[in-house]
Every structure is written in C-alpha cells, then in structure tokens.
C-alpha cells in the first residue's frame, strides 16, 4: 500500500495530539479514525470534556477547532495491532511531524504506540503523565479505546489527561 490509510490531522498550537498505533480496518474501510463500532473514542473524549459534543468519526477533521489532533506511528498499515511489524512503523517520521507541529501534549491511545514511538519496554510502561517528552511535547499514556482491549479499560487516565489539557475537572 502506498499513501497513509488517515490523513493527520495536524497544526501548531494544538493543546493535545492523540496517537494511535495505525487504523483499524474499519476506521481504514470508512476513511475515518476510531470508526470501529465498540471504539470508545468519540464518546470519551465528549464524556471528559475536551468537546462539546459527541462527535461522529467521520467529523475527525473539525477537531482543531477543539485544539486537538490525530495522527498514527505506523500510517501506511490497517488493521489489528497483532499484525504489526517492524517495519510498518516510521517513528522518524512520526517524530518529525510532531517537532513541526509542537503540539502541548502528546497523548497516546495504547500502551503499543507509546512504546515504540517512545522506544520503551513495556514493563516501563503506565497509564497517566511521563517523565518521557517527545519534541517537548508532555507526554501521556491512555488505556485503549479500541473494543479489542475493553479488558484494560479505564476512563480515569482519560480524566486526568482532560485537567491537564484544560485546567479544569472533568465531567
């Protein structure tokens, strides 16, 4: 495959990035990120305050208006994160375009896309703030929204990133 499955949705001044591992098959199918329909995503990120509605997946790209963006490690690749390979990941990359941007924090969706775009082992790994920056990005550690990890799931990371991001508590 040639070309990213999702644009990113990215610029400066952005309070907070979101990155994801790459794009489910859904989301890859309807052109959208966190389509998948047990994702948690839109919901969540309305629940915590950091929109003020529940958005559809398809209405990814009004997201700088909220001061929030999207973007992916591995971009050219779909899929479960079971099928990932060395390969498919371009951490320059990705590192790169979050210099370019300097968004204020950096907010992983998985413990995966942390790890390798932060280069740690996943016993090194919790949810909530890092000591790690990236490109002077905060970084945060957020329990997956996917429907294939509902087994991890907590909101509360999810709220303590929605202070951080906001200065104020979450709904």
């Known amino acids: 495959m040639t070309g990213d499955i999702l644009p990113d949705i990215l610029e400066p001044g952005l309070r907070v990035v979101f990155c994801g591992t790459q794009a489910g098959a859904v989301s890859a199918r309807r052109g959208a990120y966190y389509a998948g329909p047990g994702n948690k995503f839109w919901p969540v990120l309305h629940e915590i305050g950091l929109v ?8 990814f790209a009004t997201l700088p208006r909220y001061g929030i963006g ?4 591995a971009k050219r690749s779909s899929g479960p994160d079971s099928a990932l390979r060395g390969g498919h990941f371009d951490v320059a990359g990705f590192t790169a375009r979050i210099a370019a941007n300097r968004p204020r924090i950096l907010a992983f969706n998985g413990k995966r896309a942390a790890q390798v ?10 949810y909530g703030p890092q000591t790690h920056r990236l490109a002077d990005a905060e970084t945060y550690i957020l329990p997956s929204t996917s429907g294939a990890a509902a087994g991890f799931w907590s909101i509360e ?6 202070m951080a991001v906001t200065g104020t508590q979450s709904r």
């Open 52 to 59: 003020p509605m529940r958005l559809q997946p398809e209405e």
């Open 157 to 162: 990371p999810w709220k303590q990133l929605a």
């Open 70 to 73: 999207l973007t992916d490690v």
């Open 117 to 126: 775009a932060l280069g740690i082992r996943e016993g090194g790994l919790a």
